[in-house]
């Protein structure tokens, strides 16, 4: 069966811009978690969806946001991007609870912010 | 609060020796715990979970973990390394108090030499 699906896997942005991010889970997966990936902060979570609502949300400032939609698809949204906010983003799927069946991941959407 | 300490960001073997990649885990309470292998430009991939069954957890590709409640640690072992297995490895933990995350690790590189 096909894995999780990340689009676009790379995308440069100018600082200001926003960004949308899409993930398509495991077909019958439908919690959603986001992360952010970076050499210096390692992964460090963003969100997670269930059934089109968030359920937990990280440290991170309202610029980032995110949706689920009733076929479980997500989209992540950055807006005002800074450089800092480069990074592999990374959408995870799991098919009930995660701490009892873990993630599949996708391959990312590397992000670079000039 | 949950944490995950991984002991060696670098960890470099010969090809059939033994891979011991460490983690030592922070949780309140009842910890489920998870091994990730990335390998370059790619997410992460699930090796093996321990969910409060057995202690000892055999996963993929020959690698395996044990539970050690009184030394909090969940360290990763496989007998013998093969080149194929050079790449990042992450250690996890989740709880049922907090939806769809996981707290990972900073990560440790395993190098396996000819």
């Known amino acids: 069966k096909a894995g999780v699906t990340q689009t676009p896997r790379y995308l440069i942005k100018t600082r200001g811009q926003q960004v949308t991010l899409s993930c398509s889970p495991i077909?019958?997966?439908?919690?959603v978690s986001w992360y952010q990936q970076t050499p210096g902060q390692g992964l460090q979570f963003l969100f997670e969806?269930?059934?089109?609502?968030?359920?937990n949300k990280g440290n991170f400032p309202g610029r980032f946001s995110g949706r689920q939609f009733s076929n479980s698809r997500s989209e992540m949204n950055v807006s005002t991007l800074e450089l800092g906010d480069s990074a592999l983003y990374l959408c995870?799927?799991?098919?009930?609870?995660?701490?009892?069946?873990?993630?599949?991941f996708g391959s990312g959407t590397r992000l670079t912010v000039v | 609060a949950q944490s995950v300490t991984q002991l060696g960001s670098h960890v470099s073997v010969s090809e059939g020796a033994l891979v011991l990649l460490r983690c030592n885990y922070s949780?309140?309470?009842?910890?489920?715990l998870f091994w990730y292998v990335q390998y370059p430009n790619q997410g992460l991939q699930l090796l093996l979970k321990y969910t409060s069954a057995a202690t000892l957890v055999k996963g993929i590709n020959g690698f395996e973990a044990e539970f050690k409640k009184s030394e909090t640690s969940f360290h990763l072992t496989k007998p013998s390394a093969h080149m194929s297995d050079a790449a990042e490895y992450f250690c996890?933990?989740?709880?049922?108090?907090?939806?769809?995350?996981?707290?990972f690790g900073d990560g440790t590189t395993l190098t396996v030499k000819p």
């Open positions: 995870a799927s799991s098919l009930g609870a995660q701490e009892l069946y873990g993630y599949t």
């Open positions: 996890a933990v989740s709880d049922n108090t907090n939806a769809g995350k996981s707290t």
């Open positions: 969806y269930f059934s089109e609502t968030q359920r």
């Open positions: 077909s019958g997966h439908r919690s």
């Open positions: 949780s309140s309470v009842p910890p489920y």
